[in-house]
T-cell receptor, first 112, second 113 residues
Framework: QKEVEQDPGPLSVPEGAIVSLNCTYS??????FMWYRQYSRKGPELLMY????GNKEDGRFTAQVDKSSKYISLFIRDSQPSDSATYLC????????????FGRGTQLTVWP | GAGVSQSPSNKVTEKGKDVELRCDPI?????LYWYRQSLGQGLEFLIY????????KSGLPSDRFSAERTGGSVSTLTIQRTQQEDSAVYLC???????????FGPGTRLLVL
């Protein structure tokens, strides 16, 4: 079993929809949680970064972390065709160990 | 400023050949990471370097894989005697330190025939 599980989708929604992306994890030592966006044939780019449990909002994006359930989410409001990409969750233990543990990524398509 | 750059962008090689992949991190970043992304899979950690410390090689899948970082800047990932299962996108990332945001390059797409 992978330490980070993510439904690969694909997920297809109409423009303007609210999108919910989720990951679960098994290692309770994870403290830092990230969402990366990856466009086709590009490297991942950091979208959201949260520490421990709670919510963080940035424009149309909201990241939620529930450490008690080992569950993280990314919500995209008013989705746009430009949001079409693969979304990867990532996390690490936040010590001196800098390696990230990634989910498989969810492929999202927002159609006009 | 310039981001992380990787070369070549694409590499096609024959089974059994050696390949070298290059990564130029963002200037001043002390931490450098290599990941591998296979079709339909998430990023798999390979190795990271932090300053002058010994690298963490715990993610290298076999002894055919090695990496070095010269002068605390450019890094080269070498795969010896390539196998078809080595076909993947190899991504490099750098960060100002181990505990800060990792910035990724565009990757090298390796195809082993």
């Amino acid at each position: 079993q992978k330490e980070v599980e993510q439904d690969p989708g694909p997920l297809s929604v109409p423009e303007g929809a609210i999108v919910s992306l989720n990951c679960t994890y098994s290692n309770s030592a994870f403290q830092y949680f990230m969402w990366y966006r990856q466009y086709s044939r590009k490297g991942p780019e950091l979208l959201m970064y949260t520490y421990s449990s709670g919510n963080k909002e940035d424009g149309r994006f909201t990241a939620q972390v529930d450490k008690s359930s080992k569950y993280i989410s990314l919500f995209i409001r008013d989705s746009q065709p430009s949001d079409s990409a693969t979304y990867l969750c990532a996390m690490n233990r936040g010590s001196t160990l800098g390696r990230l543990y990634f989910g498989r990524g969810t492929q999202l398509t927002v159609w006009p | 400023g310039a981001g992380v750059s990787q070369s070549p962008s694409n590499k096609v090689t024959e089974k059994g050949k050696d390949v070298e992949l290059r990564c130029d991190p963002i200037s001043g970043h002390t931490a450098l990471y290599w990941y591998r992304q296979s079709l339909g899979q998430g990023l798999e950690f390979l190795i990271y370097f932090q300053g002058n410390s010994a690298p963490d090689k715990s993610g290298l899948p076999s002894d055919r894989f090695s990496a070095e970082r010269t002068g605390g800047s450019v890094s080269t990932l070498t795969i010896q005697r390539t196998q078809q299962e080595d076909s993947a996108v190899y991504l490099c990332a750098s960060s100002p330190s181990l505990q800060e945001t990792q910035y990724f390059g565009p990757g090298t797409r390796l195809l082993v025939l």
